[in-house]
C-alpha cells in the first residue's frame, strides 16, 4: 500500500488493478512508460569476500514513474510478461547496461555488469546474435557482461537452450544461473548449462548465520560448482555473521544490503569514490 495525496490511498498490486479492470489502462501506460525511456538501471555492487574488491555490478531496472516516483520491477515485470512488452523492455535494459559499461570504460574502469533475462527474451530467435551484436556496436568487450538466467528460462526447450548458450560460451559472454535452489536445479542441469557462474539465491543466505541445517545445503552447493569450475555468488547477504560463514565455505563473490543497495549510476560512481580499497 502507497499513498499518493492526502487521503487517497492507492495499491499497486498488479493483481488488484487487473480485478479492477484497470487491465487496458495499465498495458497503455506500461506502452508509454517504453516508448519514453522511463525505465532506468540501479545498480549493486558484488564483492570478493576476502578482499572487498569490487567484482562487478547487478543491473536491476526501476521505472521512474512520471508521479509514483521510483517503482520497483516486482509491481511491473509480471505485467510486462502478460502484456507481450517484456521483450521491448530487456532490450531498454541492455542498451542501458552497455551505455553505463561504455561510460565507465571511457574512465579507465572496466566493471563487468550482469543483467536479468526474462525467458521470452531469451526465447527469442537470435538471442545470442543480437546480444553480440549490441556488444560489438558499443565497443565493449564481450567478457564485462554476464547474463543472468534462471531455470525457468533454461528448461522451456531444453535443446534450443544448450545451443544458445554454447553459442554465448564460444563468443565469451558469461552465463549465471540465478536464484539457485530455488526451482528444480538438478546437478545433471547444472552439468548440461555449464554456466560460468552460480548465484544462490537469497532464502538459503538468509538462515546461514543460526541454522546448521541452511549450512549443510550450501556447503556442497558451493563445493559441487567449484569442481565443475563455476563461480559462486551468494545474493542477499545482510550481516557479517553470514558472509563470516560464506567465506568460510568459500564463496567467491558477495552481494547484498550489507555491503550496499542497489543505487543509480551517480550514487554508484560515489560509492566507488568512497570505498578506500577501490
Ligand atoms: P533478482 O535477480 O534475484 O535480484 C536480486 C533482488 O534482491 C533485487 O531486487 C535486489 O534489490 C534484492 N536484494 C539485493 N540484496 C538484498 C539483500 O541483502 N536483502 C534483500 N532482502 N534483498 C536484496 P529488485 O531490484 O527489486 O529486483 C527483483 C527482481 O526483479 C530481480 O530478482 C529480478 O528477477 C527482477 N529484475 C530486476 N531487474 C530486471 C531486469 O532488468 N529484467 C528482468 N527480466 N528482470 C529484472
Ligand atoms: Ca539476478
Ligand atoms: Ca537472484
Ligand atoms: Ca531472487
Known sequence: VKRSGKNHVRFYSPELDLASGNLVERQRELRNALVQRQF???????????????????????????????????????????????????????ELALQALQRWLAADRAIPVA???????????????????????????????TLEITE????????????????????????????????YSSLSLLRVLAPNELKIDRSFIKDLAQSPAARVIVAPIIEMAHSLGMTVVAE??????????????????????????????EDFARWCFEQPSL
Open 115 to 145: 543483467i536479468n533475462i526474462s525467458p521470452q527474451q531469451f526465447g527469442r530467435d537470435g538471442f545470442a546474435e543480437h546480444i553480440i551484436a549490441r556488444l560489438t556496436h558499443y565497443g565493449v568487450p564481450y567478457r564485462l557482461l
Open 152 to 183: 525457468t528460462v533454461a528448461m522451456a526447450d531444453m535443446t534450443r537452450t544448450e545451443a544458445v548458450l554454447s553459442r554465448l560460451r564460444e563468443a565469451g559472454i558469461p552465463v549465471s544461473l540465478d536464484d539457485f535452489g530455488t526451482g
Open 236 to 265: 542477499g547477504v545482510e550481516n557479517e555473521a553470514q558472509a563470516d560463514v560464506l567465506r568460510s565455505l568459500g564463496c567467491d563473490e558477495l552481494q547484498g544490503f550489507h555491503y550496499a543497495r542497489p543505487m543509480t549510476g
Open 40 to 94: 532506468m538501471l540501479y545498480f549493486q555492487p558484488k564483492l570478493n569476500p576476502y578482499s572487498g574488491e569490487l567484482n562487478g555490478v547487478e543491473a536491476l531496472v526501476r521505472w521512474q514513474h512520471p508521479e509514483r516516483g521510483i517503482v520497483a520491477p516486482q509491481e511491473f515485470i509480471p505485467m510486462m510478461e502478460r502484456f507481450g512488452l517484456i521483450v521491448e523492455l530487456g532490450n531498454q535494459v541492455l
